[in-house]
């Protein structure tokens, strides 16, 4: 199990991203992920973390490519963690990582969410500059409805790691979605696919954030890249990216592409209520 490890970790936090090790076994991890082949993504972000112990986006996919193979498989992870960080009280780390665990416990045990709560306040109280356990703070803040204390979690993690993903791309939706400030989300996030060329939600966020700058051929590219990353209709850009696609597309009067989109999105299941009206006004003739 990875909390049994005793992984080389990099000589300081950050150091994973000019790791080339590291960004490779990220990659293989992200293609697997969304691709749907769980066990691949779980075996290369565990060796991800054998090189970047306290990488948020490494400890989150790993999480996410257990809770993806089962609910047992997650439950088995937390029981190995618990007696870890059992055995190990002031290990930061032990903390971090099984407050990582709880959150994604927390989708089926709602319980677990102050549990994870706790785990990352504990990491924290042992080292505050832990940019994991602040992320993992802010993640459960945000489901809080906290989004001002989550902010404050994403911003002390940079401190720590300037070039924390998660961190990154939590900040650019705060900025984007809650303070209506699409600049300030694009300078967050725009250097993240540079350092995760294989993650389609970076694309998506970015295709999103140009659509509402108005720079609509920049959208247009990001979430094609999005589109072809997500294989698996995974995450957000496999479950979202077609309809925002074809919007994107009638606004610069692309109506053939616009009709192709949205017809994919009902394919797929993205938002197929919303596809199928705008289908109906193409149908209709009641675009601009």
């Known amino acids: 199990m990875l909390a049994c490890a005793h992984p080389a970790a990099a000589d300081a936090p950050g150091d994973q991203f000019s790791n080339h090790a590291f960004l490779t076994h990220v990659s293989d991890g992200?293609?697997?992920?969304?691709?749907?082949?769980?066990?691949?993504?779980?075996?290369?972000?565990?060796?991800?973390?054998?090189?970047?112990?306290?990488d948020s986006f490494s400890l989150s996919f790993y999480n996410a490519s257990l809770r993806n193979l089962g609910v047992e498989a997650l439950t088995q992870q937390a029981d190995q963690e618990e007696e870890d960080a059992a055995k190990n009280p002031r290990d930061a780390l032990a903390q971090t990582r099984l407050g990582f665990t709880y959150l994604f416990m927390s989708q089926f045990q709602t319980a677990?969410?102050?549990?994870?709560?706790?785990?990352?306040?504990?990491?924290?109280?042992?080292?505050p500059h832990m940019a994991a356990a602040h992320v993992g703070?802010?993640?459960?803040?945000?489901?809080?409805?906290?989004t001002s204390r989550a902010k404050a979690e994403f911003l002390a993690a940079l401190q720590t790691v300037p070039k924390d993903v998660l961190a990154r791309e939590y900040l650019s939706?705060?900025?984007?979605?809650?303070?209506?400030?699409?600049?300030?989300?694009?300078?967050?996030?725009?250097?993240?696919?540079?350092?995760?060329?294989?993650?389609?939600?970076?694309?998506?966020?970015l295709g999103s954030i140009m659509d509402d700058l108005g720079q609509y051929d920049a959208a247009i590219k990001y979430l094609k890249t999005a589109i072809d990353l997500d294989k698996g209709h995974v995450g957000e850009a496999g479950q979202y990216g077609l309809p925002l696609l074809g919007t994107?597309?009638?606004?610069?009067?692309?109506?053939p592409e616009a009709k192709l989109a949205f017809s994919e999105a009902i394919v797929y299941g993205e938002a197929p209520e919303f596809s199928q009206s705008q289908l109906d006004k193409i149908k209709h003739g009641d675009v601009k």
């Open 30 to 54: 992200l293609l697997a992920f969304y691709s749907k082949n769980f066990a691949a993504s779980k075996a290369a972000f565990e060796d991800a973390l054998a090189i970047a112990p306290t």
């Open 173 to 205: 939706s705060i900025y984007q979605v809650d303070l209506k400030d699409p600049n300030r989300a694009l300078a967050y996030l725009v250097d993240v696919p540079n350092m995760m060329p294989n993650y389609p939600d970076a694309f998506y966020h």
């Open 137 to 146: 703070l802010g993640i459960y803040r945000l489901g809080d409805n906290s």
């Open 112 to 127: 677990r969410g102050p549990d994870a709560r706790d785990a990352f306040n504990q990491a924290l109280q042992l080292d």
């Open 248 to 255: 994107v597309y009638l606004k610069v009067h692309k109506v």
